[in-house]
C-alpha cells in the first residue's frame, strides 16, 4: 500500500490480479485463500461492488437470520472471511449452481474449517492462493522471468541489481506482509509477535481446539521454524522442540497442532517431486519445511541481522548442511519462486534421492511437464562444485529439464558457458 497525496491509502497492484483478471470473466465464484494479513481483502475490495464482511459480528448476525441476503446485491459480491460462518460456502455453492454466470462471487478466507468441505464447491468455486509480498512485488527490479524460463526457449540471462547479502537479511526480517512493511524494526518485532501470538490464542480455538499448554505449540512452532528448509521428519521436529523431557508430546497431540497450521496456511511446505515416469528412480518424499513467509521463522527464533551474518546456528538445533541464515534465503526464494510460478501456471516441488546423494532445492513444473530446476546458493559467486547437482538432472531427464538456475545473492545475472542460468534473487521475477 502506498499513501496518496490526499492522504488516501493507494492499492498496490499485486501479482495474483492477473489471475484474476484471467479467471474473472470466465468463473462464477473465485475463493482467495491464504495466511491472515497477505492482503486478500484489499485485492478483492478493488473489484467487489457489494460487499458481506462475515468477521463483522455486527453484519454476520444478520446474514445469520437472512441468509438470503449473501447472494444479493451488486455484483461481483465480496464474502469477506467467510470461514467464520462456514454455512456460506455452500450457499454461494448453491447460488452458482443455479446461475452459473461468471464474475458472481468472490470470497476471502484465513483459514480452512475443521469439516467443512471446500471440495463440495469443486468446479463452482475455484481456489486462488496469495501469499505474503514477493521481491518484485516489495519494489526490486526483475530482467530474469520465470515464465520466459519455462517456456523453454533459454533465454538470454542479463541484468543487475544493487542489492547484497544485506539488503537480503534486510527482507527477511521485514517479511512480505504489506501492513508490516511501512514499521521501523521494534515495531516490526511487536507486530510479528502479535501476529504469532493470535495464531496460538485465538485461531486455534476458532478450529476448534483448546490447548491446556499453549507454550507447548509455541516450542513446537520454533522447532519447526528451526527445520525451515530442512526435511526432518515430525519426530525429530518433537524432540527438539522437548529437549530433556521425558514425557514428550504424543502423535495425537502434535499432528493436530501440524494440521491446524496448515489449514491456517502457516505452514507452507514444498512437496517433494515425484514423476511418474522411470527416469528417476529412489526419490524421497517427504516435504521439505517452510513457513508462510520467513520473517515468522526468524521471529519464532529470534534471530536478528547481527546474529545471521555472523553464521550463528539456532536453538532448538536440526540437523542441516549449512548456516541457518542459508535455510532462511533459501525460503524467502521459495516464497519468490511460489508466487511467480502460479502466475505462469506451474508448480514448485523439490527433489531428493532417498539416501542424499542429489538434492536439488526447487524443482519448478510447467504447465506441459517440463521443468526448471533451481539451486539456491548463499553467495555472490558460483564455482564447479555448486552446479553437479543440476548436471547430474540433465543427465537423467533429458529435454525436459527446460532450464537450470543458480540463484544467488551477487549483483549480476549471466549464462554460464555450461549452459546454468545465474541470477541474484532481486532479479528472478514472474
Known sequence: MAQSDAGQIEYQRRIVDDDLDALMPGLAAISIEGPKAVGKTATALTRAATVHKLDDPGQRQIIEAAPARLTRGRLPILIDEWQKWPPSWDIVRRAVDANPSPGR?????????????THSGAGRIVPIRMRPLS??????????????????????I????????????????AGGFPGMRGLNDRQRRAGLDG???????????????TLRRPDTLRAWMRAYAAATSTTASFETIRDAATPGVGNKPSVTTTLPWRDILTRLWILDPVPAWLPSNNKLKELAAADKHHLADPALA?????????KLLSGGQTEPAIPRDGIFLGALFESLVALNLRVYAQAAEAEVRHLRTQRGEHEIDFIVIGPDGGVVAVEVKLSATVNAD???????????IGDQLLDTVLVTTGTEAYRREDGIAVVPAALLGP
Open 105 to 117: 462471487f468472490l470470497l476471502t478466507g484465513s483459514a480452512s474449517p475443521a469439516g467443512i468441505d
Open 135 to 156: 521481491l518484485a512485488e516489495r519494489g526490486f527490479t526483475a530482467s530474469v522471468s520465470l515464465a520466459e524460463l519455462l517456456g523453454g526457449s533459454r533465454p538470454d
Open 158 to 173: 542479463s541484468g543487475s541489481t544493487p542489492a547484497t547479502l544485506d539488503h537480503y537479511v534486510t527482507e527477511i526480517l
Open 195 to 209: 501476529y504469532l501470538e493470535r495464531v496460538i490464542d485465538r485461531d486455534f480455538p476458532e478450529q476448534g481446539l
Open 298 to 306: 526468524a521471529r519464532l527464533l529470534h534471530a536478528t541481522s547481527r
Open 386 to 396: 555448486d552446479t553437479k547437482h543440476l548436471t547430474w538432472l540433465k543427465g537423467r
